[in-house]
């Protein structure tokens, strides 16, 4: 499933850099944001790409065949985001969390820090989305049994992701925490069926 780049290049313009140091790493943070999802996208499409040859009907043989490329492709993403993750915790302040940095940054420039923050949560949840109707497609073809071994460091680096980018912002990012959440709650709820 692929979402509009139109929405992502309109959220990298947001971008502005300011003199502030905490400006530029969540600036930092969009574009890196911006260049995984764009990453993400290649590996999500090169899945679907190897589902549009299937349908439910397939032969266990076919099905068995596309695993290992399906795997690769979200052992691929897996890699991104942690690359991403470990870049992000490369760029956050040794003091992000003290509260003297924290008021001076917000008061300085809350319009282009809102925006930012804005911009980050949106790209964030637009990754989640990207991944997880791709896994939804995955699953529903090839099944969950087969694909579990490759979906649980996949969610593991996301959450890591987040817990990174929370740590850069200095916030916590409730929504986007909140979708990670219903998204895996349902996927749990799908291994719960076997």
């Known amino acids: 499933m692929h979402f509009s780049l139109a929405a992502v290049v309109a959220l990298s313009g947001l971008s502005i850099a300011s003199p502030l140091a905490q400006v530029n790493h969540r600036a930092d943070a ?14 999500t499409g090169a899945i679907n ?12 043989l076919d099905k068995t065949a596309a695993i290992p490329k399906v795997g690769a492709s979200l052992n691929s993403i ?3 985001i942690t ?21 001076l940054i917000d008061t300085a420039t809350p319009q282009l820090a809102k925006r930012q923050l804005i911009a980050v949560a949106t790209l964030l949840s637009l990754i ?5 109707a791709t896994i939804g497609a995955a699953i529903a073809i ?20 987040i817990l990174a980018v929370q740590l850069l912002l200095d916030t916590v990012l409730v929504a986007v925490t909140l979708l990670l959440n219903t998204l ?11």
């Open 30 to 43: 969009v574009s890196l944001l911006t260049d995984l999802f764009a990453t993400v996208q290649v590996y």
């Open 49 to 60: 790409a190897t589902l549009a040859t299937l349908t439910l009907s397939s032969s266990v």
């Open 78 to 80: 897996t890699s991104a």
């Open 83 to 103: 690359s991403t993750a470990a870049e992000i915790r490369a760029i956050t302040p040794a003091n992000a969390t003290t509260p003297e940095k924290r008021s």
């Open 128 to 132: 989640i989305l990207e991944i997880f």
């Open 142 to 161: 090839l099944g969950l049994a087969a694909l579990l071994v490759f979906l649980n460091p996949l969610t593991s680096a996301l959450s890591i992701l």
């Open 184 to 194: 895996l709650a349902g996927l749990a709820l799908t291994v719960g069926g076997l």
